[in-house]
């Protein structure tokens, strides 16, 4: 089992960047694949972008390509999640989650995470 725990968040202007982390508890850090999803007011959560085990693969929504960038440093047991470009429909609480890592293979549907941070809010001004 794995505890997240996301930072980083806060408030920024549009065409800023933020940098959150997620950092998670316990050994085997390595065995679980990362996501990172969001959730803005009134609509579902919905997949950002993935990482594999060892960060050999990434998957990334078509909105976070060429804005987002997703990195972990296992030594660290953390994952980060770097934003830039920023437009106000990038406002939400954005969650980190861990899943045990199939090779291969990124996941991109919430259900299928069974660890989850308590989120972190983005909110980005006009």
């Known amino acids: 089992q794995v505890q997240l725990v996301e930072s980083g968040g806060g408030l920024v202007q549009a065409g800023g960047s933020l940098s959150l982390s997620c950092a998670a508890s316990?050994?085997?850090?390595?065995?679980?694949?990362m996501g990172w999803f969001r959730q803005a007011p009134g609509k579902e959560r919905e997949f950002v972008v993935g990482i594999s085990r060892f960060g050999g693969s990434t998957d990334y929504a078509d909105f976070a390509k060429g804005r987002f960038t997703i990195s972990r440093d296992n030594a660290k047991n953390t994952v980060y999640l770097q934003m830039n470009s920023l437009k106000p429909e990038d406002t939400a609480v954005y969650y980190c989650?861990?899943?045990?890592?199939?090779?291969?293979?990124?996941?991109?549907?919430?259900?299928?995470?069974?660890?989850w941070g308590q989120g972190t809010q983005v909110t980005v001004s006009s």
């Open positions: 316990g050994r085997l850090f390595s065995n679980y694949a």
């Open positions: 989650a861990a899943v045990l890592g199939v090779p291969g293979t990124i996941l991109r549907g919430r259900e299928q995470y069974p660890y």
